[in-house]
C-alpha cells in the first residue's frame, strides 16, 4: 500500500529535530527532580546554555534550577552540525522546544490515566501535575513508565509567546559563576589523570617542508616521553608543560627546512585577488521593468585586509587512546564535523572516536580549536594510552590557524539626472570563507596536510545563498533598487589560509554598501537617514534605522573634530536587523566615542544576552575597523604577537547604547553578528562627517587616513 506524502500544509519537525528525531538524544528526568538537557550547538561565550535552558524550563513547567545542561558529545548530544552563523536559538531553540512541548504532553497523558483525569484538567507547577479534587503526580514520579526513546512528532504544539513564563526575561547566565570564581570550566583549565604534554614543531616560513630534523638534543630534556615525526608533521610530548617547551625549542634548533611558498604583496590585496584564478558566480539579478538611462555613473572600490580570529586564549585539546580507540576534549564548534575528519585522517570508523566538548575562550569563527585537536590525537598515539593535553602558542595561533578572507568590493552605480539610483553592480573579489571540518570528501585539518602521506590543501569555498552565502554574504542590498546585478569571484589559489570568521563576507559587504550609499546621498546633498528609509520598503528595517535615530536626537550638533555616521543591515538578510550610529573623534588617530543601536531579533529569549551579543559584536567591529590587520612579507606571517597585532584597548572601548525592539510574536533570529556591518559602515561614515575624508580601505589608521586625503588632493 502506498503511504500519501503529507500535504504542504502538514506539520513539520524543526530542521534539529527532524535530523535528530530521538527525544531521549535532547533531554532526560531523573528521580531526583533534575531535567537533562543536551543540545548539539556548544557555548562559546553567547550564553546559548542559558537561554537553551530558558526554552526548556518554559515549555516543561519547571524552575529554571532543575534544569541541568550538558555539554554537546558524539557520544550523547543530537548532531546539530556547528554551532555558527548566529543559528543556535533558530535551530536548536526551535527543536528543544517542539521536544519538550511533546515531552510535556506524554507526561500528561501518562499522569491523566493515572489519575483518572482528562488531560485538559490538569496543570503542571514546577514538574508537579496536578487537577481537580488535589489529584497529583510529577514528572519524577512518572520518569521511569516512560520511555522517550521514540521520535518526535510533528503535532506537538508549544506555548504562545503569552504563555511563557522565562523567555523574554532576563536571568543570569549560568556559565558565569563558574567563570567569576575560577571553577575550571575553560579546556585550558582542565587535567586528566596521568595527563602529558605535547607541543608541535611548525616551519616560520609558509608551507616550507622539514628536510631534516635531528632528535638528539630533543631526548636529552628530562621528562622527554616521545618525539613524533611523520612527513612534516613533528612534535614532542613531556611528562610537564616547561619539559615541552624545553624540547620543542631544542627540536626547532635542530631543524632544517626548504624556502616554501612566497606569500602576496600586503600592501596590493586589492591587485592581488583581482589577478588570481577565480570562480565567477552570479550572485543576484533584477531588472527594471521599465529601464531608465543613467547620467552618470560611481564606481568606488573598498577593501578588507585578513583578519585574525585573535582569541585571548591560544588553541588547546586534549586526547586518549584505548586500543583503536580515540576520545578528543576540544573547543570545537562542530564535535560531530571534527569527528568526521579525524576518521578521515586516523583511517577509523566514526563509532570510534569520541569527541567532546569543552569550553575555550571564545572564537567565533572557525580558529584553530580543530587542528590542536588532531595535534593531540597525533601525538597521544605514542603514549601508551596516556592523554596528551596539546596548547597552541600566541605565535601558532597569530600565524597558523585559519584567518578571515581577505575582500576586494567594486559597486558601481548609475544615476538619473536627479541623482537617483538607477542600476547597480556589486562585484566581490576573495577567497572562501568557509573551510571547516566535515564538510567534504578530504580533510580541512592542518596537520593532515602535512604528513608524510598528505591529504591535499584544502581551498575554501563558499557557503551558498540559501546558508547565508559566504564572500557574498550581505551582498544582495535590502535596499528597493530597480535593478542590479551581484558577482562574486572566488580565487582557486589559497597561499594563506582562509575559513569562517564571524560574519564571513557581510562585513566587508555591509562596509561597502552603507559607505557608498552615504557617498550617493552626500552629493545629493540628502541626509542619509533619509536616503535609506526612502529605498527601504521593510517596516522591520525602517523600525530599527528610525529607533537608533530617535535615541541619539539624529543629526547630533557638528562640534569641531566629531562625526556622526549611520550604518544599517539585516544580518544575512534573514537574520536580525541592526541600525548603528558612531560618534567618532578625529585627531591624531580615530577614537570611536559612542556607539548606538537598535536591533530587532524577533522573540529575544533572553534580552539581556542579546543585548550582551550586540554589545560585543559592536565593540571586536571596532577593533577590526581600527586596528586589526593580520601582517606579512613575502615569506611569512610577522604580526604573531599583540604588539604586531593590536586589538581594541580596554582604555579605548566606546561607549555602547543598544535599544532591543521586542517582538515576542515572532520567531527568534541570532544576534551575534549582527552589529559588525553596521558599527565598520558607521564608523567610516563619521569619519568623513568629522573630517571630510572617505576611508574605503580598512583598517582606518593614520596611514589610511593619510593615504585617502592625498587620493582626494
Given at each position: 500500500?502506498?503511504?500519501?506524502?503529507?500535504?504542504?500544509?502538514?506539520?513539520?519537525?524543526?530542521?534539529?529535530?527532524?535530523?535528530?528525531?530521538?527525544?531521549?538524544?535532547?533531554?532526560?528526568?531523573?528521580a531526583?527532580?533534575?531535567?537533562?538537557?543536551?543540545?548539539?550547538?556548544?557555548e562559546?561565550?553567547?550564553?546559548?546554555?542559558?537561554?537553551?535552558?530558558?526554552?526548556?524550563?518554559?515549555?516543561?513547567?519547571?524552575?529554571?534550577?532543575?534544569?541541568?545542561?550538558?555539554?554537546?558529545?558524539?557520544?550523547?548530544?543530537?548532531?546539530?552540525?556547528?554551532?555558527?552563523?548566529?543559528?543556535?536559538?533558530?535551530?536548536?531553540?526551535?527543536?528543544?522546544?517542539?521536544?519538550?512541548?511533546?515531552?510535556?504532553?506524554?507526561?500528561?497523558?501518562?499522569?491523566?490515566?493515572?489519575?483518572?483525569?482528562?488531560?485538559?484538567?490538569?496543570?503542571?507547577?514546577?514538574?508537579?501535575?496536578?487537577?481537580?479534587?488535589?489529584?497529583?503526580?510529577?514528572?519524577w514520579?512518572?520518569?521511569?513508565?516512560?520511555?522517550?526513546?521514540?521520535?518526535?512528532?510533528?503535532?506537538?504544539?508549544?506555548?504562545?509567546?503569552?504563555?511563557?513564563?522565562?523567555?523574554?526575561?532576563?536571568?543570569?547566565?549560568?556559565?558565569?559563576?563558574?567563570?567569576?570564581?575560577?571553577?575550571?570550566?575553560?579546556?585550558?583549565?582542565?587535567s586528566?589523570?596521568?595527563?602529558?604534554?605535547?607541543?608541535?614543531?611548525?616551519?616560520?616560513?609558509?608551507?616550507?617542508?622539514?628536510?631534516?630534523?635531528?632528535?638528539?638534543?630533543?631526548?636529552?630534556?628530562?621528562?622527554?616521553v616521545?618525539?613524533?615525526?611523520?612527513?612534516?608533521?613533528?612534535?614532542?610530548?613531556?611528562?610537564?608543560?616547561?619539559?615541552?617547551?624545553?624540547?620543542?625549542?631544542?627540536?626547532?634548533?635542530?631543524?632544517?627546512?626548504?624556502d616554501?611558498?612566497?606569500?602576496p604583496?600586503?600592501?596590493?590585496?586589492?591587485?592581488?585577488?583581482?589577478?588570481?584564478?577565480?570562480?565567477?558566480?552570479?550572485?543576484?539579478?533584477?531588472?527594471?521593468?521599465?529601464?531608465?538611462?543613467?547620467?552618470?555613473?560611481i564606481?568606488?572600490?573598498?577593501?578588507?585586509?585578513?583578519?585574525?580570529?585573535?582569541?585571548?586564549?591560544?588553541?588547546?585539546?586534549?586526547?586518549?587512546?584505548?586500543?583503536?580507540?580515540?576520545?578528543?576534549?576540544?573547543?570545537?564548534?562542530?564535535?560531530?564535523?571534527?569527528?568526521?575528519?579525524?576518521?578521515?585522517?586516523?583511517?577509523?570508523?566514526?563509532?570510534?572516536?569520541?569527541?567532546?566538548?569543552?569550553?575555550?575562550?571564545?572564537?567565533?569563527?572557525?580558529?584553530?580549536?580543530?587542528?590542536?585537536?588532531?595535534?593531540?590525537v597525533?601525538?597521544?598515539?605514542?603514549?601508551?594510552?596516556?592523554?596528551?593535553r596539546?596548547?597552541?602558542?600566541?605565535?601558532?595561533?597569530?600565524?597558523?590557524?585559519?584567518?578571515?578572507?581577505?575582500?576586494?568590493?567594486?559597486?558601481?552605480?548609475?544615476?538619473?539626472?536627479?541623482?537617483?539610483?538607477?542600476?547597480?553592480?556589486?562585484?566581490?573579489?576573495?577567497?572562501?570563507?568557509?573551510?571547516?571540518p566535515?564538510?567534504?570528501?578530504?580533510?580541512?585539518?592542518?596537520?593532515?596536510?602535512?604528513?608524510?602521506?598528505p591529504?591535499?590543501?584544502?581551498?575554501?569555498?563558499?557557503?551558498?545563498?540559501?546558508?547565508?552565502?559566504?564572500?557574498?554574504?550581505?551582498?544582495?542590498?535590502?535596499?528597493?533598487?530597480?535593478?542590479?546585478?551581484?558577482?562574486?569571484?572566488r580565487?582557486?589559489?589559497?597561499?594563506?589560509?582562509?575559513?569562517?570568521?564571524?560574519?564571513?563576507?557581510?562585513?566587508?559587504?555591509?562596509?561597502?554598501?552603507?559607505?557608498?550609499?552615504?557617498?550617493?546621498?552626500?552629493?545629493?546633498?540628502?541626509?542619509?537617514?533619509?536616503?535609506?528609509?526612502?529605498?527601504?520598503?521593510?517596516?522591520?528595517?525602517?523600525?530599527?534605522?528610525?529607533?537608533?535615530?530617535?535615541?541619539?536626537?539624529?543629526?547630533?550638533?557638528?562640534?569641531?573634530?566629531?562625526?556622526?555616521?549611520?550604518?544599517?543591515?539585516?544580518?544575512?538578510n534573514?537574520?536580525?536587523?541592526?541600525?548603528?550610529?558612531?560618534?567618532?573623534?578625529?585627531a591624531?588617530?580615530?577614537?570611536?566615542?559612542?556607539?548606538?543601536?537598535?536591533?530587532?531579533?524577533?522573540?529575544a529569549?533572553?534580552?539581556?544576552?542579546v543585548?550582551?551579543?550586540i554589545?560585543?559584536?559592536?565593540?571586536?567591529?571596532?577593533?577590526?575597523?581600527?586596528?586589526?590587520?593580520?601582517?606579512?612579507?613575502?615569506?611569512?606571517?610577522?604580526s604573531?604577537?599583540?604588539?604586531?597585532?593590536?586589538?581594541?584597548?580596554?582604555?579605548?572601548?566606546?561607549?555602547?547604547?543598544?535599544?532591543?525592539?521586542?517582538?515576542?510574536?515572532?520567531?527568534?533570529?541570532g544576534?551575534?553578528?549582527?552589529?559588525?556591518?553596521?558599527?565598520?559602515?558607521?564608523?567610516?561614515?563619521?569619519?568623513?562627517?568629522?573630517l571630510?575624508?572617505?576611508?574605503?580601505?580598512?583598517?582606518?589608521?593614520r596611514?589610511?587616513?593619510?593615504?585617502?586625503?592625498?587620493?582626494?588632493?
Amino acid at each position: 500500500m502506498n503511504q500519501q506524502a503529507p500535504s504542504p500544509s502538514s506539520p513539520k519537525l524543526p530542521v534539529s529535530l527532524a535530523a535528530n528525531p530521538k527525544l531521549s538524544s535532547w533531554l532526560k528526568f531523573s528521580a531526583t527532580g533534575q531535567v537533562t538537557v543536551s543540545p548539539g550547538k556548544v557555548e562559546i561565550g553567547q550564553g546559548i546554555v542559558t537561554a537553551l535552558a530558558q526554552i526548556a524550563a518554559d515549555e516543561l513547567d519547571i524552575d529554571l534550577s532543575r534544569v541541568r545542561m550538558v555539554r554537546a558529545s558524539t557520544a550523547t548530544s543530537p548532531n546539530e552540525g556547528v554551532t555558527s552563523g548566529s543559528l543556535s536559538i533558530q535551530q536548536s531553540g526551535r527543536a528543544l522546544r517542539h521536544a519538550c512541548a511533546e515531552v510535556r504532553q506524554i507526561f500528561l497523558q501518562l499522569a491523566s490515566e493515572r489519575l483518572g483525569v482528562e488531560v485538559d484538567a490538569l496543570g503542571v507547577e514546577d514538574g508537579t501535575i496536578s487537577g481537580p479534587g488535589n489529584v497529583r503526580t510529577s514528572y519524577w514520579e512518572l520518569a521511569d513508565a516512560i520511555s522517550l526513546d521514540r521520535d518526535a512528532t510533528p503535532g506537538a504544539t508549544p506555548k504562545a509567546a503569552t504563555q511563557r513564563a522565562l523567555a523574554g526575561h532576563s536571568v543570569q547566565r549560568i556559565d558565569i559563576p563558574d567563570k567569576v570564581f575560577a571553577r575550571p570550566r575553560f579546556i585550558h583549565d582542565q587535567s586528566l589523570a596521568g595527563m602529558l604534554h605535547g607541543r608541535v614543531l611548525r616551519p616560520e616560513h609558509a608551507r616550507a617542508n622539514l628536510l631534516e630534523l635531528k632528535e638528539d638534543s630533543a631526548r636529552a630534556i628530562a621528562g622527554l616521553v616521545a618525539v613524533v615525526r611523520d612527513g612534516n608533521f613533528a612534535g614532542v610530548v613531556c611528562e610537564t608543560e616547561h619539559g615541552a617547551e624545553k624540547a620543542l625549542l631544542a627540536l626547532r634548533k635542530s631543524a632544517t627546512w626548504s624556502d616554501g611558498e612566497p606569500l602576496p604583496d600586503e600592501n596590493d590585496l586589492a591587485s592581488f585577488l583581482k589577478a588570481q584564478p577565480s570562480e565567477s558566480t552570479v550572485i543576484d539579478q533584477r531588472t527594471a521593468a521599465a529601464p531608465a538611462a543613467g547620467t552618470q555613473t560611481i564606481r568606488r572600490q573598498y577593501t578588507r585586509p585578513y583578519l585574525a580570529h585573535a582569541s585571548i586564549a591560544p588553541s588547546c585539546a586534549m586526547a586518549q587512546w584505548n586500543g583503536d580507540r580515540v576520545h578528543v576534549w576540544t573547543h570545537s564548534q562542530g564535535v560531530y564535523l571534527l569527528r568526521a575528519d579525524l576518521a578521515l585522517v586516523l583511517k577509523l570508523p566514526v563509532e570510534n572516536i569520541t569527541v567532546e566538548h569543552m569550553e575555550g575562550a571564545g572564537c567565533y569563527g572557525h580558529n584553530a580549536a580543530d587542528d590542536v585537536a588532531l595535534d593531540a590525537v597525533l601525538l597521544a598515539r605514542a603514549t601508551g594510552g596516556r592523554p596528551v593535553r596539546v596548547l597552541w602558542s600566541r605565535d601558532d595561533e597569530m600565524s597558523d590557524a585559519p584567518f578571515g578572507a581577505a575582500m576586494a568590493i567594486e559597486i558601481e552605480a548609475d544615476l538619473d539626472a536627479e541623482g537617483d539610483i538607477v542600476d547597480w553592480r556589486h562585484s566581490i573579489w576573495s577567497n572562501g570563507h568557509a573551510a571547516r571540518p566535515g564538510r567534504a570528501a578530504q580533510p580541512a585539518l592542518l596537520a593532515a596536510f602535512e604528513l608524510a602521506t598528505p591529504f591535499p590543501r584544502m581551498v575554501s569555498t563558499n557557503p551558498p545563498q540559501a546558508n547565508g552565502g559566504g564572500a557574498d554574504r550581505n551582498a544582495i542590498p535590502l535596499y528597493d533598487f530597480p535593478s542590479w546585478l551581484i558577482e562574486s569571484h572566488r580565487l582557486k589559489t589559497m597561499p594563506i589560509r582562509t575559513s569562517a570568521l564571524r560574519t564571513l563576507g557581510a562585513q566587508g559587504n555591509v562596509f561597502a554598501i552603507e559607505s557608498f550609499l552615504d557617498e550617493i546621498a552626500t552629493g545629493r546633498d540628502e541626509d542619509p537617514i533619509a536616503f535609506r528609509l526612502r529605498h527601504l520598503r521593510d517596516e522591520r528595517a525602517r523600525d530599527v534605522i528610525r529607533a537608533v535615530a530617535v535615541r541619539v536626537k539624529w543629526k547630533p550638533s557638528r562640534q569641531p573634530g566629531i562625526g556622526h555616521g549611520i550604518g544599517f543591515a539585516r544580518y544575512k538578510n534573514t537574520g536580525a536587523y541592526c541600525a548603528v550610529i558612531a560618534e567618532i573623534e578625529g585627531a591624531e588617530d580615530i577614537r570611536v566615542r559612542k556607539l548606538t543601536l537598535a536591533a530587532d531579533v524577533g522573540e529575544a529569549i533572553n534580552p539581556d544576552g542579546v543585548i550582551n551579543q550586540i554589545e560585543g559584536g559592536a565593540i571586536q567591529a571596532t577593533s577590526w575597523v581600527l586596528k586589526e590587520r593580520v601582517r606579512f612579507d613575502r615569506q611569512r606571517i610577522t604580526s604573531t604577537s599583540w604588539t604586531d597585532y593590536p586589538i581594541l584597548r580596554f582604555s579605548e572601548v566606546p561607549e555602547v547604547d543598544v535599544e532591543l525592539i521586542q517582538r515576542a510574536e515572532m520567531d527568534p533570529l541570532g544576534a551575534g553578528e549582527a552589529a559588525h556591518g553596521p558599527v565598520t559602515a558607521a564608523i567610516a561614515n563619521a569619519v568623513f562627517d568629522a573630517l571630510g575624508v572617505r576611508v574605503r580601505h580598512l583598517p582606518i589608521t593614520r596611514d589610511s587616513l593619510i593615504a585617502a586625503m592625498e587620493a582626494t588632493s
